[in-house]
């Protein structure tokens, strides 16, 4: 019983990565034909062009990738190998076990820690705190005051007394 427990739970956990890895591939095709159809410069937030154009994120995209693939095939080898049961073929094969259990994963992990998005991210955080200080001087002088904008980008607008509307889309 608790052998197909371990396989049940393992078996959602590469179905669950398999659909991570379809939708982050059908986002990547995507944004490579919207980047096609458009051009760079129209196609993505060009606010996010130093961090996208730099060597680290750049980095930590192929980490991510290799980290998730990784991953993802030692979990597809311990269905497999707990699908023969503890008595079986690959569970008595230490080289296997060795390579598929625990290199694959410290390379994961090298790769993560290498390229960790607080060190890959410097320049999104420079470039948001100027360009949100930017944001934040130019909606007051707009609007007169620091209304500026509500976190998903709608304006606050001025409300009249008793009035139980704060946000209106703009």
């Known amino acids: 019983m608790g052998n197909n427990i371990m396989i049940a739970g393992l078996s959602f956990q590469v179905a669950t990565l398999f659909v991570f890895i379809l939708l982050a591939l059908d986002f990547s095709v995507c944004t490579i034909r919207r980047i096609r159809a458009f051009g760079t410069d129209h196609a993505l937030d060009p606010r996010h062009a130093r961090l996208r154009n730099s060597r680290p994120f750049q980095g930590f995209l192929v980490a991510l990738t290799l980290a998730t693939l990784l991953i993802f095939t030692r ?7 707990l699908s023969e049961g503890w008595e079986g ?4 094969k ?3 076990f060795i390579g598929l259990e625990g290199v694959v994963i410290v390379l994961a992990v090298y790769l993560l820690n290498f390229f960790h998005p607080g060190l890959c ?3 999104s955080r420079v470039e948001t705190s100027t360009q ?4 934040r001087s130019s909606d007051e002088k707009a609007t007169g005051s ?3 904008r ?6 606050k607008k001025a409300v009249s007394p008793g009035s139980s509307m704060e946000n209106i889309k703009a």
């Open 150 to 155: 509500t976190w998903c980008g709608m304006k």
């Open 94 to 96: 230490q080289g296997l």
């Open 75 to 81: 979990c597809v080898f311990r269905v497999a190998e």
């Open 146 to 148: 620091g209304a500026g």
């Open 89 to 92: 073929r690959l569970m008595k």
């Open 132 to 135: 949100a200080s930017a944001a």
């Open 121 to 123: 991210f410097k320049e």
